[in-house]
């Protein structure tokens, strides 16, 4: 009898959940014994009859396609693997600019309304914030929770990293991709603030941050967040995988924020005695507690099928998933032993999968003497037949604990692992905890950096080599507990010679950040002079948005393309260059004679550059180079945050046309600047910050401002705008165009000085 007929019988109801049970552990027992589990000094020895055991990818395999974060110390992925590689340390005292931790601070862990603990890890920039890329007022982004904008952030990059436009996504995959979040702390409405703002801070919810990912990307899939404690992320990750399979989407979004913003939480953690003493007692150590970490991260998942027939880079696949309630126990946040037994052994007989397998497991562990324990002694029952001693590490012991982000911070240390086929080490672990002992286990703690050895399975004939293979464990104080199998993908695309075009394409919505993208681009690719250059160009061509201020280069080669780089950061900074093969709005636009080689390539440059519908795809006939994750883009980011009520700052309405020069100037200009200095007030934008040209919508207003924007302007000028006009005059431009021409057909009955103290008044 195998598990799927188990899993029949209970259905159908022939035996009851306590007989399947106990079938389901003697097969996966029988599995274990048909393993000849072998050690060798360098790899692990696995023979096995089931080719599923093997490298059998299956329909159900979900292909992870994208991955990035805001970890403590590293702001994104590649920074990440340098720490965790290096063995880096990334908790620090808490910093200045979040709290004065000296007023919550006593080393008394009995003190009322303290905290015993100093430490955590932190990301940078929490409080910074570029509303206006993302469509957003500044008013708003005031009062849109810090986890809620950096996951906004944190997203886009991760789509630029795995070359996903907004466009891309439509055209490919009808922009049916679904989003989920995991979250679990709302701590913002903690600040102080004038009272209307503290009133809206108060309405914030989990969903309104995936419900913002989806609306800014237009994205028509689920959009779920779920709260389910430390164990959040994880359980979006097998929410998002059943939404895969089921086909309610063809992408899935998931994704985790957790930042300590507030001294509030260290107080209420420190009071149930949750929270380390020491910050040097870390996981699987004699530690009394866990050390908060901040980490935004978010993951791209697809079924693997689509994700070979599209062409995506595959980072690694999600073989199977698991969530279980412990249940009742010794108390609501007492980790219960049977219950994480089950789970994991239900979960391998359910899949297929067995124990024997697993090359390495990313621990649950942070240093709560109870919880490592628990999770030990689960783990010794549930590979207690394994024949050899199978690594453990946690990224808690390096970054600490990432509470709602857990599941994506260790799935992001085992896919860089996966990539580079190295263990890294889990630092602070000593003393050991006093109830685990590897020694008497059939496990071994990684303390050092060290290769991954591929696993090989005997033959008669030639040995087959078997998958690095992982088992993730993250439990949630509430009791929800999570298991992930991870494999790795080994079926690499063969690379070809591609015929490109060598065009590379910059854009971004300011000048500024367009400058620092030349740069970041710039310092990147004195590093990577290994990568293709027609992946290099693909990527940019197909897998970025086109904004408006762009630049082109054409390029052949890695030193010309650096050292056109380095002339583009001249031309931006302001200085005059000379070149033929840059392009851009900011030189001449003759084409210069470039020879007939280049002639094609310059046209093509220079028509994208000036904002021309290019379609780069057709001159792929050969096929498409692979996208890389390249650098993303940068930012505008400024302070953010909720005011008290005496550092409130009123923006004043601007007067407009009060001088005699103002009088004499068109209604055309007179309406402009009305409808920009009420934009300016009722979005706390800068006057000069507004672009005539520019949507309302990516100036960040919404339906509730534009009407607001109607009244005060049909007072101001005794003219009447109906909702549909913001549809078709989405500008000031092209509204105050029309509202004039309207004004100056309608003004017979009007006398000019009417008009005149009409456009004088104060709103």
Not at 80 to 86: E, H, I, R, T
Not at 92 to 119: F, M
Not at 596 to 604: D, K, S, V
Not at 628 to 648: Q, S
Request: aromatic letters at 10%.
């Amino acid at each position: 009898m195998d598990a799927k007929q188990v899993f029949i019988d209970l259905q159908s109801g022939k035996i009851d959940a306590e007989e399947a049970k106990r079938r389901l552990f003697n097969y996966q027992s029988r599995a274990s014994k048909e393993l000849d589990i072998t050690l060798t000094e360098d790899d692990k020895v696995v023979e096995n009859r089931d080719i599923r055991e093997t490298n059998n990818n299956t329909a159900d395999d979900i292909a992870i396609v994208g991955i990035n974060g805001h970890f403590p110390m590293a702001s994104d992925i590649d920074q990440f693997w340098l720490n965790l590689s290096s063995g880096q340390d990334s908790i620090s005292e808490i910093p200045k600019d979040r709290w004065n931790n000296e007023a919550y601070y006593s080393a008394d862990k009995e003190a009322s309304g303290k905290t015993y603990c100093r430490w955590g890890g932190f990301i940078e920039d929490v409080e910074g914030f570029d509303p206006l890329f993302f469509n957003i007022s500044p008013r708003d982004a005031e009062m849109i929770d810090p986890q809620e904008r950096k996951m906004l952030e944190v997203v886009w990059e991760t789509l630029e990293r795995s070359g996903y436009t907004r466009k891309r996504i439509k055209q490919q995959l009808d922009s049916q991709v679904g989003v989920f979040i995991g979250s679990m702390y709302q701590q913002y409405h903690a600040f102080d603030a004038e009272i209307s703002k503290k009133a809206m801070v108060a309405l914030s919810s989990y969903g309104s941050i995936a419900n913002r990912i989806s609306y800014f990307f237009n994205l028509n899939g689920p959009s779920i967040a779920l709260d389910t404690m430390c164990s959040s992320a994880s359980t979006a990750i097998d929410v998002a995988c059943h939404s895969l399979r089921y086909g309610n989407c063809k992408m899935a979004i998931v994704g985790a924020a957790n930042l300590s913003i507030h001294p509030y939480k260290y107080v209420a953690l420190s009071q149930v005695q949750m929270l380390s003493s020491d910050k040097d007692k870390r996981s699987f150590a004699a530690g009394d507690g866990f050390i908060p970490s901040e980490v935004v991260a978010a993951v791209l998942l697809k079924p693997l099928a689509r994700a070979e027939a599209d062409g995506d880079n595959i980072l690694a696949l999600i073989k199977s998933t698991s969530v279980k309630h412990k249940g009742r126990s010794e108390g609501f946040s007492v980790p219960e032993l049977s219950s994480q037994v089950s789970l994991l052994q239900e979960h391998f007989a359910k899949s297929g999968i067995a124990p024997e397998t697993i090359s390495y497991i990313e621990s649950s562990a942070s240093g709560s003497m109870n919880s490592d324990s628990t999770e030990f002694a689960t783990l010794k029952e549930v590979f207690s037949a394994v024949g050899f001693r199978c690594p453990v590490g946690s990224v808690k012991a390096n970054i600490g604990h990432a509470e709602a982000s857990s599941g994506l911070a260790q799935l992001a240390k085992v896919v860089l692992q996966l990539h580079h086929q190295k263990l890294v080490p889990s630092i602070k672990t000593e003393p050991i905890n006093p109830s685990i002992s590897f020694e008497d286990s059939p496990f071994y703690l990684v303390e050092t950096l060290s290769d991954w050895k591929q696993p090989v399975k005997n033959s008669k004939h030639d040995p087959l080599k078997l998958p690095r293979r992982v088992s993730i464990n993250t439990f949630g104080a509430g009791g929800t507990n999570c298991h992930l199998i991870i494999e790795e993908y080994s079926f690499p695309k063969e690379r070809k010679r591609i015929v490109f075009p060598p065009v590379f394409t910059f854009s971004a919505h300011k000048r500024n950040s367009l400058l620092l993208l030349i740069r970041k681009y710039k310092d990147f690719l004195e590093k990577q002079k290994d990568l293709p250059l027609s992946d290099i160009a693909y990527t940019l061509q197909v897998g970025r948005e086109e904004m408006e201020h762009r630049v082109s280069v054409v390029a052949h080669n890695y030193l010309e393309l650096l050292n056109e780089l380095e002339k583009v950061e001249k031309l931006l900074d302001g200085q005059k260059i000379d070149s033929k093969n840059i392009f851009s709005t900011l030189l001449p636009t003759d084409l210069q004679d470039s020879g007939e080689e280049n002639r094609e390539f310059h046209r093509l440059a220079q028509a994208w550059a000036r904002g021309e519908v290019v379609e780069w795809q057709s001159y792929y006939i050969e096929g498409a180079p692979q996208i890389l994750p390249l650098p993303t883009y940068t930012f505008d980011r400024k302070r953010y945050w909720l005011r008290k009520p005496e550092d409130y700052l009123q923006f004043n309405a601007v007067e407009v046309a009060e001088t005699s020069e103002e009088r004499v100037e068109s209604l055309n200009i007179q309406i402009g600047r009305a409808v920009a200095a009420t934009l300016s007030e009722l979005l706390a934008l800068q006057n000069e910050s507004i672009d005539w040209n520019r949507s309302f919508v990516e100036l960040g207003a919404d339906s509730l401002t534009l009407s607001r924007l109607a009244r005060k302007i049909e007072s101001q000028f005794q003219v009447k705008i109906k909702n549909r006009d913001f549809l078709q005059y989405r500008t000031v431009d092209l509204l105050s165009s029309y509202l004039a021409k309207n004004l100056t057909e309608t003004s017979t009955h009007h006398s000019d000085e009417h008009l005149t103290k009409a456009a004088g008044s104060r709103f």
